[in-house]
């Protein structure tokens, strides 16, 4: 029991996120859910978790952009998009949903997502990006560079939804590379 222990110390300090109470009293106006991909015939735990929560923070009223991953394997960004889409209808979600080019990294998904708002005529003020824990810095510096003019809030969903034993990305198979 000591590793996964320590990856819970590691976690807890890698982590930088905000706090519900703070991202509940700022001014979001467009909320976005980071694709961790799809294995073939579902969402992974991220991707659906990261979707779940940033339901819940548009709460049927702010726009969420989403960019769907494309190199895990053939047709992965049009079946994430599928099943994103059904997600989105099973919890009723109102709000405005924009899609952006599909991508293959987290910072072709930030540029993607700033091109399909920037055609929208949306310029965000207050961004709020739903990922998790082990990814909250990247995502915040990339997210930063990307929309410089733009607060970027960042909420964490748990490390353990990171990896998965079937995991198309390597990487993520494992807590333990």
Request: hydrophobic share 45%.
């Amino acid at each position: 029991m000591l590793l996964p222990n320590l990856l819970a110390l590691f976690v807890d300090f890698w982590e930088n996120c905000d706090r519900p109470s703070v991202i509940a009293k700022r001014p979001v106006d467009l909320v976005v859910p980071i694709s961790y991909s799809i294995l073939p015939n579902r969402l992974t735990k991220a991707t659906d978790a990261n979707l779940e929560w940033a339901i819940i923070w548009a709460n049927n009223t702010i726009p969420i952009a989403l960019s769907n991953c494309a190199y895990t394997f053939s047709g992965a960004a049009t079946k994430e998009k599928e099943l994103r889409e059904e997600l989105l209808q099973i919890r009723e979600n109102k709000a405005e949903v924009i899609w952006a080019e599909d991508m293959n990294n987290s910072i072709q998904e930030a540029r993607a997502i700033k091109e399909a708002v920037t055609k929208r005529g949306l310029k965000p003020q207050c961004i709020l990006v739903v990922t998790c824990m082990m990814h909250t810095r990247s995502v915040r510096y990339i997210w930063k560079k990307t929309f410089p003019e733009a607060e970027i809030l960042v909420h964490a969903n748990d490390w353990i939804y990171e990896a998965e034993p079937d995991q198309p990305v390597i990487i993520q198979r494992s807590h333990w590379r």
